[in-house]
């Protein structure tokens, strides 16, 4: 079961129940694929409220790698969500509410 308070989620995908969290390596990760300079900056880019079906993939790949999974983004890529294209959107904004304490989520 998720603890959010460590900043995990649960999420349905490729119809299974999984756990994400995105851990100090998953946020540097993240820093590196957006080429971010910071934590703050990752969390600005997502406060806008836009979101690319990469950028998906990329932050629940490192979501699902930061609770133990190994799984590559192209593995991320060719996974199902509950709800279909909405589905990965509402991941991302439950993971990313989550690990920054509600500031960064989608619209």
């Known amino acids: ?3 959010r308070h460590r900043g995990e989620i649960e999420a349905v995908l490729g119809g299974e129940r999984r756990t ?3 851990t100090l390596a998953a ?12 934590m703050l900056a ?4 997502f406060e ?3 979101i690319s079906a990469m950028d998906a993939v990329r ?3 490192a979501g699902l790698r930061g609770a133990g999974a190994e ?7 060719r996974l199902t969500a509950e709800g279909g294209a909405a589905g990965f959107i509402a991941v991302v ?11 960064a989520t989608t619209k």
Do not use: H, K, P, Y
Request: no cysteine; hydrophobic share 50%.
């Open 42 to 45: 990752l969390a600005a880019r």
């Open 59 to 61: 932050v629940i790949g």
């Open 20 to 22: 994400l969290v995105l």
């Open 48 to 50: 806008t409220g836009r």
């Open 93 to 103: 904004a439950d993971l990313l509410s989550a690990t920054f304490g509600g500031g």
């Open 71 to 77: 799984i590559s983004d192209a593995e991320v890529a």
């Open 27 to 38: 946020l540097a990760e993240l820093e590196q694929a957006f080429g971010g300079e910071d």
């Open 1 to 3: 079961m998720a603890n």
